[in-house]
């Protein structure tokens, strides 16, 4: 397969350059009531330039087809993760402390007023020491 396509691009890479170099007959066509005076190379160019074109568009319609498929799968499979989740939180009962103090939380500070094991204080995260300004000029 791969030698008769290689086969049939050279041969059509043959008669492109034969059109091209030697083509210069005038040719006469009507297209809708007007009559267009060119040359057999220049048909030719328009031909091959359609034919690009034309490849051209159909790759973009079939990648925009096979984007579309999978965004959709994609959305599909979001929804049935989505609607397994919310049956798993329905069915799952009420989590949490049984009362509100916050000393009854596991994660409360402890009385004394130092942070929880594990948590940075406000200290770790900002610098309050003041910058040196160079002097203006």
């Given at each position: 397969?791969?030698?008769?396509?290689?086969?049939l691009?050279?041969?059509?890479?043959?008669?492109?350059?034969?059109?091209?170099?030697?083509?210069?007959?005038?040719?006469?066509?009507?297209?809708?009531?007007?009559?267009?005076?060119?040359?057999?190379?220049?048909?030719?160019?328009?031909?091959?330039f359609?034919?690009?074109?034309?490849?051209?568009?159909?790759?973009?319609?079939?990648?925009?087809?096979?984007?579309?498929?999978?965004?959709?799968?994609?959305?599909?499979?979001?929804?049935?993760?989505?609607?397994?989740?919310?049956?798993?939180?329905?069915?799952?009962?009420?989590?949490?402390?049984?009362?509100?103090?916050?000393?009854?939380?596991?994660?409360?500070?402890?009385?004394?007023?130092?942070?929880?094991?594990?948590?940075?204080?406000?200290?770790?995260?900002?610098?309050?020491?003041?910058?040196?300004?160079?002097?203006?000029?």
């Amino acid at each position: 397969m791969i030698v008769v396509g290689v086969v049939l691009l050279l041969l059509v890479l043959a008669v492109a350059i034969t059109l091209i170099t030697s083509g210069n007959d005038p040719t006469s066509f009507s297209l809708l009531g007007i009559s267009i005076d060119t040359s057999a190379r220049n048909v030719y160019l328009l031909g091959a330039f359609s034919l690009l074109l034309a490849v051209v568009a159909l790759f973009l319609i079939r990648r925009g087809v096979h984007r579309s498929r999978e965004i959709s799968k994609e959305n599909k499979t979001l929804r049935k993760e989505v609607k397994a989740s919310r049956k798993s939180v329905a069915a799952a009962p009420a989590a949490g402390p049984a009362s509100d103090d916050p000393a009854d939380r596991p994660d409360a500070a402890a009385p004394t007023g130092e942070p929880r094991a594990g948590h940075d204080t406000v200290s770790d995260h900002f610098d309050s020491t003041p910058r040196e300004t160079p002097p203006r000029q």
